[in-house]
């Protein structure tokens, strides 16, 4: 079975541009989370969906926003990018909330 | 505002050592996870821990839990080369809520 599948795994982004990097979870997984992972750092969590509906929101700014669709695939945007938003971004899913499974991350670079 | 402090940051053991990393948080919570990431890759579950006392073990990884004392600890046994990685725990307030606070994580190298 395929794990959860994240896309593009490398980018280079402009400061000021836009990026929107997709996930698809484990198949029968209906609830999706985003977390950043700074270089040497643990992940922070930005936000969490469940069945389309947000369920959980990190400290992030506005800039980042996030959906999920009704085959519970995903998506983060990321406005406005600042230098600071480089970073390894995960992408989670999970059935009941016991193991949380991630996918390989988008490696995102902001020049 | 939930803390979670693993210790030691950095490890460096011989093969054949045992070794433990300590993973303390400041809140009450359900559940904690641990989680395995080699340089460049993404997250691998290791372990999930439910409830207080408990235990799990897998090949040369043990990992336990005590909730009234805030602590969960994994313990390598053996170590092999294999196992170097850095470690992450991970804590989840409320079950079900998949918002996991993680801690600094722990580099363990072993050298041969």
């Known amino acids: 079975d395929a794990g959860v599948t994240q896309s593009p795994t490398h980018l280079i982004k402009t400061r000021g541009q836009q990026v929107t990097l997709r996930c698809s979870p484990i198949?029968?997984?209906?609830?999706v989370s985003w977390y950043q992972q700074v270089l040497g750092q643990g992940p922070q969590f930005i936000f969490q969906?469940?069945?389309?509906?947000?369920?959980g929101r990190g400290n992030f700014p506005d800039r980042f926003s996030a959906r999920q669709f009704p085959n519970y695939s995903s998506e983060l945007n990321v406005n406005a990018l600042l230098l600071g938003d480089s970073a390894l971004y995960l992408c989670?899913?999970?059935?009941?909330?016991?193991?949380?499974?991630f996918g390989e991350g988008s490696w995102l670079t902001v020049v | 505002e939930l803390k979670v402090e693993q210790n030691p940051l950095f490890l460096s053991m011989q093969e054949g050592k045992n070794y433990t990393i300590y993973c303390n948080y400041s809140?009450?919570?359900?559940?904690l996870y641990w989680y395995r990431q080699d340089p460049g890759k993404s997250l691998e579950s290791l372990f999930v821990?439910?409830?207080?006392?408990a235990v799990k073990q897998e090949g040369r990884l043990m990992a336990s839990l005590d909730t009234k004392a805030r602590l969960s600890t994994l313990h390598i046994t053996a170590a092999v080369h294999d196992l170097s990685a850095t470690y992450f725990c991970?804590?989840?307030?409320?079950?079900?809520?998949?918002?996991?606070?993680f801690g600094t994580g722990t580099r363990l190298t072993i050298i041969p």
């Open positions: 991970a804590v989840d307030i409320k079950s079900g809520n998949e918002k996991l606070t």
């Open positions: 809140t009450t919570s359900d559940r």
């Open positions: 821990l439910l409830s207080n006392g």
């Open positions: 969906y469940y069945e389309k509906e947000e369920r």
């Open positions: 989670a899913s999970s059935v009941g909330g016991n193991t949380i499974y």
């Open positions: 198949s029968g997984h209906k609830s």
